[in-house]
């Protein structure tokens, strides 16, 4: 069921892709902004559904891993399918109204150092310290803790610390939990130096703003879009099913009719027998640490 979080996050990445970013560019040849202020509203709302959607489905993917291999027994209960569709549903809701406010205060407004609209760290002091609070650091402290909890849980079975326990980690679940381990220290690595400046300004704004270099606002700006084509990157170079998959997508752009043939042939197959889920992938021979 972890898994449907991981295409939650794949889907919050690839919305900067569909409309946000096309702008930007288009903002980038004409050297400012010439679609009007509607687009500008609309690319810094998705462009915030983008951001907050992602940190949001990285913190649901952390308390789902750590319920999995911290809490095994109570993991099929907690994330059975209506409950998963639940907190997945939940995490977009809170996504939503963490960006509403916005239009309120009037923080989406182009900035032309970026070719962007997004959102504004002067307009309101105490309105930025919260965005920064709730949408970054109380997000990364709550997968902090999670992973923390999995790392101790990890070295004492590899260790045999506690001689009383009977967990079980597979490899399949260690090579899960790092790929989703360095996807979270990216995101924190990329966008960090954007929200610290964001609320170094906000506390002062009349003394730090003039002191933050131009170029390391940039920098730090565009190092938080990066983040968003990073997460592809990191699942196809950790994972194996992700990487096979990659091969097989450039393999059909290459040769097309290769997608047919695979269409078929799964059919064909699926009609002849049906596989056991005991060689499913995630059911390989567990390995004691």
Same mark, same amino acid.
């Given at each position: 069921?972890?898994?449907?979080?991981?295409?939650?996050?794949?889907?919050?990445?690839?919305?900067?892709?569909?409309?946000?970013?096309?702008?930007?560019?288009?903002? =980038?040849? &004409?050297?400012?902004?010439?679609?009007?202020?509607? &687009?500008?509203?609309?690319?810094?709302?998705?462009?915030?559904? +983008?951001?907050?959607?992602?940190?949001?489905? =990285?913190?649901?993917?952390?308390?789902? #891993?750590?319920?999995?291999?911290?809490? *095994?027994?109570?993991?099929?209960?907690?994330?059975?399918?209506?409950? $998963?569709?639940?907190?997945?549903?939940?995490?977009?809701?809170? $996504?939503?109204?963490?960006?509403?406010?916005?239009?309120?205060?009037? +923080?989406?407004?182009?900035?032309?150092?970026?070719?962007?609209?997004?959102?504004?760290?002067?307009?309101? $002091? *105490?309105?930025?310290?919260?965005?920064?609070?709730?949408?970054?650091?109380?997000?990364?402290?709550?997968?902090?803790?999670?992973?923390? #909890?999995?790392?101790?849980?990890?070295?004492?079975?590899? &260790?045999?610390? #506690?001689?009383?326990?009977?967990?079980?980690?597979?490899?399949?679940?260690?090579?899960?939990?790092?790929?989703?381990?360095?996807?979270?220290?990216?995101?924190?690595?990329?966008?960090?130096?954007?929200?610290?400046?964001?609320?170094?300004? +906000?506390?002062?704004? +009349?003394?730090?703003?003039? &002191?933050?270099?131009?170029?390391?606002?940039?920098? *730090?700006?565009?190092?938080?879009?990066?983040?968003?084509?990073?997460?592809?990157?990191?699942?196809?170079?950790?994972?194996?099913?992700? #990487?096979?998959?990659?091969?097989?997508?450039?393999?059909?752009?290459?040769?097309?009719?290769?997608?047919?043939?695979?269409?078929?042939?799964?059919?064909?197959?699926?009609?002849?027998?049906?596989?056991?889920?005991?060689?499913?992938?995630?059911?390989?021979?567990?390995?004691?640490?």
């Amino acid at each position: 069921m972890g898994n449907i979080f991981v295409v939650s996050l794949s889907v919050a990445d690839l919305v900067v892709a569909v409309y946000p970013y096309p702008l930007i560019l288009s903002a =980038i040849f &004409h050297n400012g902004w010439t679609m009007g202020n509607v &687009h500008c509203q609309i690319s810094g709302f998705l462009m915030g559904l +983008s951001v907050i959607g992602s940190i949001f489905n =990285i913190t649901a993917i952390a308390i789902n #891993r750590y319920c999995y291999i911290c809490h *095994s027994l109570q993991y099929d209960k907690l994330f059975n399918l209506k409950n $998963t569709c639940c907190y997945l549903c939940l995490t977009w809701i809170l $996504t939503v109204v963490a960006i509403v406010p916005n239009f309120f205060v009037g +923080s989406l407004q182009y900035d032309p150092r970026i070719y962007s609209c997004t959102f504004s760290q002067t307009v309101s $002091t *105490s309105y930025t310290i919260t965005v920064v609070v709730v949408h970054f650091v109380v997000p990364l402290s709550i997968v902090t803790f999670c992973y923390l #909890r999995i790392w101790v849980l990890v070295i004492q079975v590899k &260790h045999r610390v #506690r001689q009383d326990c009977k967990q079980k980690l597979r490899a399949a679940d260690i090579r899960n939990f790092l790929t989703m381990f360095v996807v979270f220290v990216l995101f924190a690595v990329c966008w960090g130096p954007l929200n610290f400046i964001g609320l170094a300004v +906000s506390i002062n704004p +009349s003394k730090v703003q003039p &002191h933050i270099p131009e170029w390391l606002f940039v920098l *730090s700006y565009f190092m938080a879009y990066f983040n968003s084509c990073l997460n592809a990157v990191i699942y196809g170079l950790l994972n194996q099913n992700f #990487r096979k998959e990659y091969k097989r997508i450039l393999l059909t752009l290459r040769t097309p009719r290769l997608l047919f043939i695979d269409v078929s042939k799964g059919g064909t197959e699926g009609m002849k027998s049906k596989p056991s889920p005991a060689v499913t992938n995630n059911n390989q021979a567990e390995i004691h640490l």
